[in-house]
């Protein structure tokens, strides 16, 4: 269930194997947040999926898959902050000439604050970036971002988040690293050389699912599960319904979901027990919306992303992508964007018209004198739901109801961000997929034990 990169992993490994799978996907296209759209020959990447993995099984799929056709880059981000730009991962002189002497003294007074008198136990995000970074520095570069990213304050999200994405990062190791060099940060290896296809991420994902094909297995598109029937101990077979609201019933042996796991639960029948059903309500996602400018400009900015962390607009992300690659653009005098809006499925903003939008991303380029709303070209809104599970804080608890009743079903595993509530990377997303198909071939891992925050 899902045609995304752990979908797509777990009927590559059977298919190698000799077994037959069919993956259903509610949409026409391969990859789930990972795809590449298509629009007059321009081509964008959704949410921005450099390809990077020390697992040397991982690396060698996407090199079996793409061959020279996964080139090396240099990824270049920065963070915009009230009118200035700052490196990222952090840079001291870069940092130092952004806020000004006393600006910097003041980071540097409320870092050593943080390490006489720290939060003594790490709840939230707040409590233990400020303990890594001082208050002051968690304000200026991780409040603003993170609240827009996840609408709720940072004292509500839990400190696993920041462990998981901030991990093996801190001012005095930014800091020795900008003097002294040698060796490689957590930050330094995400954002330095990476891998990319010339057309973007989808191209690995419709190499994989030709792959898959090939071998005898089959990739269904526009076919929604809609139910997924069991008997209490087994899954016996899902209905599906396709774009024109046909439903037919598709029986297997074994079931692997990369659907949200809040949706699988919600869509099981019979219905299971209200206490799981109530715990599954409570797993939170935010959505992302894209709003794509084509721009009458050869160059706007050296990046692939800018994080805007100032608080004075609403657009978190903005990504360039001939950037990425310069074929993602047909014509080298214009320049791709896509602004990145992080909201909640049918909130106000994600329900807003698209002419609405469109407007909001061109004043807000103005706003932040990247590009002169006369230079639009054309735009268009893409929406995802689901796409990030939130770490509130108390999710963990009907997370693991969730988890234990579907322990229950000897034949349905679930892999995947979607499927594990998890905010995983394309590579944990394949290597789930991976583990879950070597399960049904006689392997007994234990898939929720996989270590996500681990760059691996």
């Known amino acids: 269930m899902g045609a995304g990169p752990a979908g797509l992993g777990a009927a590559f490994e ?8 069919i993956i259903v ?65 952090l840079r001291l002189g870069n940092a130092l000439f952004g806020m000004g002497l006393w600006g910097s003294m003041a ?135 396709d774009k024109t609201g046909k439903e037919k019933s598709l029986g297997g042996t074994k079931f692997i979901s990369t659907i949200p796991i809040s949706l699988l639960i919600q869509r099981m029948t019979p219905k299971p027990p209200p206490n799981v059903l109530e715990a599954s309500r409570k797993l939170r ?29 609403k657009v978190a992300r903005i990504q360039n992508y001939k950037n990425w690659s310069a074929r993602m653009v047909p014509d080298p005098a214009k320049t791709s964007l896509g602004l990145e809006y992080f909201c909640t499925e049918n909130d106000d903003f994600w329900n807003q018209p698209e002419e609405r939008l469109i407007a909001t991303a061109r004043k807000e380029l103005e706003k932040l004198d990247i590009a002169d709303k006369h230079a639009l070209l054309d735009a268009f809104v893409f929406r995802i739901p689901h796409a990030y599970p939130v770490y509130y804080r108390g999710y963990r608890e009907p997370l693991e109801t969730v988890k234990h009743y579907l322990a229950t079903f000897g034949n349905l595993q679930t892999v995947g961000r979607g499927g594990m509530y998890q905010y995983s990377h394309m590579y944990h997303s394949i290597l789930t997929g991976l583990m879950a198909a070597r399960n049904i071939l006689g392997s007994s891992f234990d898939i929720w034990q996989l270590n996500v925050d681990e760059v691996v």
Request: charged share 25%.
């Open 14 to 21: 059977l298919s190698k194997n000799g077994i037959e799978a």
């Open 107 to 241: 980071i540097l007074g409320s870092y050593l604050k943080s390490r006489v008198f720290p939060y003594n136990k790490e709840k939230t995000f707040e409590e233990w970036v400020s303990n890594r970074f001082g208050k002051r520095l968690y304000q200026i570069f991780f409040r603003t971002y993170t609240e827009k990213v996840w609408g709720i304050p940072c004292s509500q999200i839990g400190a696993e988040w920041a462990r998981q994405r901030i991990g093996g990062v801190s001012l005095f190791s930014a800091v020795r690293h900008a003097f002294l060099g040698g060796g490689k940060s957590r930050t330094d290896i995400l954002t330095g050389e990476l891998r990319y296809p010339p057309l973007g991420p989808g191209m690995m994902y419709e190499a994989m699912k030709d792959k898959i094909e090939r071998m005898g297995s089959s990739v269904v598109p526009d076919c929604e599960v809609i139910s997924i029937n069991h008997n209490q101990s087994e899954v016996l077979a899902v209905t599906v319904r």
């Open 285 to 313: 996602y935010r959505g992302l919306l894209v709003v794509h400018l084509i721009i009458d400009r050869e160059n706007l900015f050296p990046d692939n992303w800018l994080f805007i962390h100032s608080p004075e607009v």
């Open 25 to 89: 996907e509610k949409d026409d296209v391969v990859g789930g947040i990972s795809r590449t759209l298509k629009y007059k020959e321009y081509y964008f990447d959704e949410g921005g999926h450099a390809f990077f993995s020390r697992n040397q099984e991982i690396s060698e799929i996407w090199r079996t898959l793409l061959g020279p056709n996964l080139a090396r880059i240099r990824r270049l981000s920065r963070i915009y902050y009230q009118g200035k730009y700052f490196d990222f991962p």
